[in-house]
Each structure stands twice: as C-alpha cells, then as structure tokens.
C-alpha cells in the first residue's frame, strides 16, 4: 500500500474523525490533512504535537501582520 493510499484510508475513516471534525489520527504524519470535504481545504491533525507549534506560529503571524500592517 503506498502513502497515498494509506492517507486515503485514514481520511475517510470515521474513527479518526472526533464529532466529526476534528481529525485525530496518530498513525497520520501529516500536519495539516485535506478537510472531510477535500474541496473546502485543510484541518489540523490533532494528534500530531507539531500541529499545535504550527496553529500557534500561525496565530502570532496574524497578530504580527494585524499589528504592523492593520
């Protein structure tokens, strides 16, 4: 099974999916996965703990950018 196969399984795979979306799989690498509905972009890995740097590194950067620029 390739990776891209196994990141299949693994998104449509309801149990990684708490109240339905918030998407927690510990086996998934992946910071940021495809939302439920690929269209719509990407979520968080809640089981990944560099997903939560990355979600704080993305909240100072707004504040930075809202603080100098806004």
Do not use: C
């Not at 992946?30 to 740097?53: D, E, M, Q, V």
């Amino acid at each position: 099974m390739t990776d891209q196969e196994s990141n299949g399984n693994w998104h449509d795979d309801p149990s990684n999916w708490k109240l339905g979306i918030f998407y927690y799989n510990k086996a998934d690498k992946r910071i940021f996965p495809p939302k439920r509905i690929r269209g719509l972009g990407w979520t968080i890995n809640f089981a990944n703990p560099l997903s939560y740097l990355a979600m704080i590194g993305l909240i100072v950067m707004l504040f930075v950018a809202g603080h100098f620029f806004g």
